[in-house]
């Protein structure tokens, strides 16, 4: 049984200059389209990037190098166009359409292959969600199982491993579908039912601590599913080159990333809802202290998306607007969580904050030290930027590597964290709570507020009137 090349965890991948190491083995400076200057790959004509990908019986490509070009290569062409040539070049170079076929070149390259194979299916398995990607790749593996009986248990694996993975991929999507169901606006229970009934979040769980925790698990899993190629994703969806709108129109390119983003604007209304539910100003009070105190715990765990969307349902209008209610709340731990989280000089406080997190998993004994939730919408915010700042190709019409070094850097980061098992037990009940209890819209939330605390000018008056 020949043993396959191993894949190093990603945290190994991208060390502070990993490129900078003698990567390309028996590649000489600016060789074939590829332009180097000190061992660093800075750009190349793409025929020449794509063959760079392809291992030969000498060479097999650096694992940096093949996450970095299959991660960017998709704002040059559509993955079932690379996959197409890729498997054309395997073939095409070992002669492996040749009928009489000899078994010992075969061991020579079929192991570095099915290690390109195993490691674009485990990396980006999204992308054989497409037939043509799925085609390619069957007839590439079974060319080389044929060839030799030895890789036909390796090539089955390979390919059990990624159906395994896409009907998982599946069966979240139908879970999501089913929560968007349930959890709609509730404008008319708040007027129907009278506030014994209503469950509320401190009765649920009267424990911060506890929530923050399942929180993580709701982060966790959410992060888990969204691909490495969705940030890119993202970036191409509006390609006015691109004449088959059929693949980037399709929504499931990104949808697990909109599911996340869905996720933090849920929580914030949940906040806002929770805090202007209750009819008594200290309960409405306690409320507050309540998420104050599960924002923080949020933080000392490292989970800064759900500290986010708790700080920003606190700042919503309807919350703010609630001045006797804050008269009655200990204010200053709220103020170091919004100094934290405060956006001036670009997020200076979260960022230092998300360097000692990410330090801290860097060298973390267990699960719990290993966290790093991301204020998920800056990250994206980050990658744009980046997008934008740099241009896809060089005046000469090279594509510009340096750019997607960057890039790969910034996502391979985050799948080093959306990897790590959540360290909490799960409980059931607040899950279910936190993921399906009703929450109001803008238009709600503000008729419960004045509720509470009437207008206090016109506009505010107004509002009320055409609310009610």
Excluded at 162 to 184: M, P
Excluded at 231 to 257: E, I
Excluded at 377 to 384: A, E, H
Aim: proline residues 4%; neutral net charge; charged residues 25%.
């Amino acid at each position: 049984q020949a043993r396959m090349p191993q894949t190093p965890p990603f945290a190994a991948m991208f060390d502070s200059n990993s490129h900078n190491r003698n990567l390309y083995q028996s590649k000489e400076d600016n060789c074939g389209g590829l332009y180097y200057n000190d061992n660093n790959l800075l750009s190349g004509s793409l025929e020449a990037l794509i063959q760079h990908l392809v291992p030969n019986v000498d060479y097999y490509p650096d694992r940096t190098y093949i996450f970095t070009f299959l991660l960017s290569s998709r704002l040059f062409m559509h993955p079932y166009e690379l996959m197409a040539k890729v498997c054309h070049l395997c073939i095409e170079q070992q002669r492996l359409s040749e009928p009489g076929l000899d078994k010992n070149r075969i061991r020579k390259i079929a192991p570095k292959i099915l290690q390109l194979l195993t490691e674009w299916t485990e990396t980006f398995p999204y992308d054989f969600r497409d037939e043509r990607m799925m085609r390619n790749l069957k007839e590439l593996a079974q060319r080389i199982a044929s060839g030799d009986e030895m890789y036909r248990k390796n090539v089955q694996q390979l390919l059990q491993n990624l159906i395994r993975k896409l009907a998982t991929v599946s069966q979240y999507e139908e879970v999501l579908a089913k929560i968007n169901a349930t959890s709609t606006d509730c404008l008319t229970v708040l007027k129907t039912k009278p506030q014994s009934i209503q469950r509320d979040i401190i009765t649920v769980c009267n424990d911060p601590y506890a929530l923050a925790q399942q929180l993580t698990h709701i982060e966790l899993e959410r992060l888990n599913y969204i691909g490495p190629e969705e940030f890119v994703q993202a970036l191409v969806q509006k390609d006015p080159l691109d004449n088959d709108k059929s693949c980037y129109g399709d929504q499931k390119k990104t949808r697990t990333l909109e599911a996340y983003v869905e996720w933090f604007n849920r929580l914030s209304y949940l906040v806002a809802t929770e805090i202007c539910l209750p009819v008594k100003k200290k309960h409405r009070a306690r409320v507050i202290e309540y998420f104050i105190d599960v924002a923080r715990e949020c933080f000392n765990i490292g989970n800064f998306n759900s500290l986010m969307a708790i700080i920003s349902g606190m700042n919503m209008s309807p919350v703010s607007r609630l001045k006797k209610t804050w008269a009655k709340v200990n204010t200053a731990k709220f103020d170091i969580l919004e100094h934290q989280m405060d956006p001036s000089s670009n997020f200076y406080n979260y960022r230092t904050a998300l360097r000692g997190a990410a330090q801290r998993s860097l060298t973390a004994h267990s699960n719990r030290e290993k966290i790093v939730i991301p204020f998920f919408s800056l990250l994206i915010k980050d990658i744009y930027f980046l997008n934008e700042g740099c241009a896809n190709r060089l005046p000469n019409g090279h594509v510009n590597f340096e750019k997607f070094w960057e890039l790969a850097k910034q996502v391979s980061e985050f799948m080093m964290w959306k990897q790590v098992e959540c360290p909490f037990e799960r409980d059931r009940n607040i899950l279910q709570y936190l993921l399906t209890v009703p929450v109001f819209s803008d238009d709600a939330l503000y008729l419960a507020s004045y509720e509470s605390e009437s207008p206090e000018n016109h506009i505010e008056k107004d509002r009320w009137k055409t609310l009610r």
